[in-house]
């Protein structure tokens, strides 16, 4: 897979949530389940005609941890089935008609639970998230946070890990004002293995508090697959 960076949003932070468009608490699934992808607009819909998006490749984990890829035909407000996914932390339009992205809401689904959603007009998911696969380890490069306000306000986040289904661990913590950002690097040398990720790695950027509600938050982070060690 080689380096993969991930970047999120969250427009409307009021406490305690991951940094992911949807908002709130993002829910790791136990095991891969039926997966469907559906929009809340007719005109994403792969029909010639269509003016959203016609064709989304989604990206994530198998139930054995493997990377998977798949792209698929849009069906407007009617559920399309995709593979059975474990994890899914990306997707993107990949056609479109005349608007040249999705007019509406596209989300992945296990029953209810969104797994990964592009927001309209957007043409990809926005999403601080991801699983690292089996068999390989990684390398984090670095991460990035900082919020949009235009009067005074601060945020703290952590990076947070869990590794094959055990518990969550605060990597780090870092705070960020409206005029303070911040950005963390783990460089790798002949002297430095810099941040390792074992295999099977659930990472997230999660906002731990606010000075004020309503804040928009972006980060993001970016690590190197290597392989098996």
């Not at 468009?21 to 819909?45: C, E, K, L, Q, R």
């Not at 005609?49 to 490749?57: E, L, N």
């Not at 596209?106 to 990964?116: D, F, N, S």
Request: charged share 20%.
């Amino acid at each position: 897979m080689g380096m993969i960076y991930k970047y999120g949003k969250n427009g409307d932070v009021d406490a305690a949530e991951d940094v992911w468009t949807p908002g709130g608490d993002y829910a790791f699934p136990s095991a891969a389940a039926a997966t469907v992808i559906v929009s809340d607009d007719i005109n994403d819909d792969g029909d010639v005609a269509s003016t959203g998006a016609r064709t989304v490749t989604v990206e994530g984990l198998l139930a054995d941890y493997v990377y998977h890829k798949e792209t698929i035909t849009m069906d407007g407000t009617t559920d399309v089935d995709l593979s059975q996914f474990l994890r899914v932390f990306r997707a993107y339009v990949a056609t479109a008609g005349s608007s040249g992205a999705n007019e509406g809401t596209i989300q992945i689904k296990h029953g209810a639970t969104v797994l990964c959603q592009i927001d309209p007009l957007v043409g990809q998911s926005l999403m601080a998230i991801v699983t690292t696969p089996a068999g390989a380890w990684s390398n984090l490069m670095g991460w990035w946070a900082e919020l949009d306000r235009a009067t005074s306000a601060s945020a703290t986040l952590a990076l947070m890990m869990s590794t094959n289904g055990g518990p969550w661990l605060q990597k780090e913590v870092r705070s960020v004002t409206n005029i303070s950002p911040m950005a963390r690097e783990y460089p790798v040398s002949k002297d430095s293995e810099g941040f390792r990720i074992p295999p099977k790695t659930d990472i997230k950027l999660r906002v731990l508090s606010v000075s004020v509600a309503n804040l928009i938050m972006y980060g993001g982070f970016d690590y190197d697959v290597m392989g098996a060690q």
